[in-house]
């Protein structure tokens, strides 16, 4: 057996600090498989729709357009345009412990909604396809705050089947599933509230 191999076998990431022939790196986390999913899309805007939605209005009756706009080293931004309303966001953050997940509400003026920021953080490895975000102690207070205690024990899901991404919330009583076309890049929409063109 080489020492690369041995290397390999024993989860060494030996690529790192040796020179060996045949070197592989050690596969990614499941969090950071995740993150690295959104980089073929980065800067694109695709076209979504509502495809479970067990208590329906109106609101999501127009059309849905997903931005990832911003693809930094640890941090994506997707704003989220339903019909004119530009005010939501999207924040996938990687942080020590897994991956934090925020939906950024703003107004037209760029002030923050009374309900933003609000989210959850991964307390699992989840797969590489799919990440799981419970709601956090944060938003619990939040939503608390706001007479919205119903949203204490909302779940929101992000995961990729081939070239459709899903956002889903789920909280018992309540669906809720967009599915995102990756399929084929759109025409970006305007810059989303408190952004700069």
Known sequence: MTLSSLLYK????????LTVAGCQPSSQSP?????AKFQPYCGKAYAAEVVADNQPSDAWQQ??????RDCEANVIRMPLHVGEDRSRTWVLTRTEQGIDFQHIHLHED???DDVSPYGGH??????????????????KALFTLNGLDVS????WIISF?????????TRPGREFRVAVDLSQPIAEPPAAWGYNP
């Open 10 to 17: 024993a989860g060494f990431v030996a690529c790192a600090t």
């Open 31 to 35: 969090h950071d498989a995740f993150m």
């Open 63 to 68: 059309d849905l357009v997903v931005h990832i």
């Open 110 to 112: 760029g002030t923050p």
């Open 122 to 139: 991964t307390v699992a490895s989840g797969e590489a396809n799919m990440q799981a975000f419970p709601v956090d102690e944060a938003s």
């Open 152 to 155: 204490t024990a909302n779940t």
């Open 161 to 169: 089947e081939g070239e459709t991404m899903y956002y889903e919330l």
